[in-house]
């Protein structure tokens, strides 16, 4: 087995032991949202664990730590620096939900220490990590992986972003004589269904500026996002008993197949697409002859283009299905969140100052952006820019999901470093 690799600097290796402890902990509590529920949390086990973040927070010594009916943690450091009103109140967030794309329930977390950079056979459901596929493993040898049995996803997306932060602000606490501004933390529900950070009491919260610690990569820091709307098309048809359904019978569900089957797949497609290519993509049909529904997700960095994709599927959906006059079409579109940049870009010291403690950490800052959405999309257009770090993991929404102990470790020291970053009159 290949030597470990050293951590990123002492701080992270200090950091690393109680890291790993609280993520096994979490990850363990089943907090897969559902897309069909209409409370907040979506379900149970998300407030089972932020009711368990929240005593931690208390018991690391932040104040005035709450969980609000609709399942938002919030808890308060104070300054260590004595400074004017002027200092900003940074917001730390990540998101207490997994998934509802693989499996959740069960989740046993399994730490391969040293990995020797083979192909890692999961002891479940047939699951291989194989670095010819997963060219981010190639970079990881000795580095101590975790992963989940392989018949259920992991939940570092967003467990290793929570384990971070509460690690970063739990030593902060400890230790009094390094200088931070006043941080504010938050851990949100159902942010992989689209809520998200809506019912945030900003206010209440209290931050200026914010970060997600919610990417993959190390020194991931993104300012830019997807656009996001979610369609239903929902189709209604004419059901008789198929015995007797000659020139009577109005198969919504074949109507349904065919809209889907005239979307574009060369050039408008996940499956086809990539960097900054925007798409439709449909992801349930459900029904029966007499009613059909087709959910789908639209995305795109350019908000234009995102509304010519709702257009293409307007008119598609019509004209296949308004060739029957006897079925009836409804097109539902919710906006799920907007491209952060244009409200991060006027204030670039906000991604300055993490660029300049992931380099305090002997990280190279990787500015990409995010073919998806976090928390920080809803944020930014609320009005408390937002922008997004890494936290290691790989492999989301999958069994096959994985993450870095020295990684994670790593996010939470560049916490650590944006602390006494912000404390400091030049950044502010």
């Known amino acids: 087995m290949p030597d470990p690799p050293p951590f990123t600097s002492p701080l992270a290796e200090e950091l690393a ?12 509590i089943d907090t897969q949202a559902s897309r069909d529920a209409e409370r907040s949390p979506s379900t149970p086990g998300q407030r089972v664990l932020g009711e368990l973040l929240a005593g931690e927070l208390r018991a690391a010594g932040l104040e005035d730590v709450s969980i609000d009916d609709n399942g938002y943690v919030t808890a308060a450091l104070d300054a260590t620096v004595d400074r004017d009103a002027q200092m900003p ?3 730390l967030l990540a998101h207490l939900d997994t998934s509802p794309d693989a499996p959740g329930n069960g989740v046993e977390p399994i730490v391969h220490r040293s990995y020797d950079g083979a192909i890692i056979e999961l002891p479940k459901g047939g699951t291989r990590l194989d670095p010819a596929s997963m060219p981010e493993l190639v970079g990881k040898s000795g580095h101590d992986l975790v992963t989940a049995s392989g018949d259920t996803l992991l939940g570092a997306d967003d467990k290793a972003g929570i384990a971070a932060i509460v690690t970063a602000v739990a030593h902060l606490a400890a230790h009094p004589e390094l200088p931070r501004p006043p941080l504010r933390v938050a851990f949100t529900p159902d942010e992989e269904i689209g809520a998200g950070a809506r019912l945030l009491d900003l206010d209440r919260f209290g931050a200026t500026c ?23 098309v929902t189709i209604t048809g004419v059901d008789v008993h198929p015995g007797w ?14 809209v889907v089957s005239a979307l574009p797949v060369d050039n408008l497609a996940p499956e086809a697409t990539d960097g900054r290519d925007g798409y439709i993509h449909p992801y349930v049909i459900s029904g029966s002859p007499a009613r059909a529904e087709i959910h789908l997700i639209l995305r795109d960095f350019d908000d234009d283009l995102l509304d010519s994709h709702a257009a293409l599927l307007e008119r598609t959906a019509h004209q296949i299905v308004d060739a029957e006059p006897r079925a009836g079409l409804e097109i539902r579109l919710r906006e799920q969140y907007r491209n952060m940049r244009r409200h991060v870009e006027p204030l670039p010291r906000l991604v300055e100052v993490a660029a300049e403690a992931m380099r305090m950490e002997g990280i190279e800052p990787i ?23 890494f936290d290691g993991g790989h492999e989301y929404h999958s069994v096959r999901e994985w993450v870095s102990l020295q990684d994670m470790a790593a996010a939470a020291a560049t916490l650590v470093h944006m602390a006494a970053l912000w404390s400091e009159p030049a950044a502010q």
Request: with cysteine; charged share 25%; proline share 4%.
């Open 89 to 91: 109140m940074v917001g």
């Open 245 to 258: 359904a000659k020139g009577r019978m109005v198969n919504a569900l074949r109507l349904a197949a065919r």
């Open 367 to 389: 500015r990409t952006a995010i073919r998806g959405g976090t928390d920080g999309s809803q944020l930014s257009a609320r009005g408390l820019p937002t922008p997004n770090i």
């Open 17 to 28: 032991p109680a890291l790993l402890e609280r993520f096994c902990r979490y990850v363990r």
């Open 210 to 232: 914010a970060y997600t610690v919610d990417g993959s990569e190390v020194g991931e820091l993104q300012d830019e996002t997807f656009s996001a709307l979610e369609a239903i």
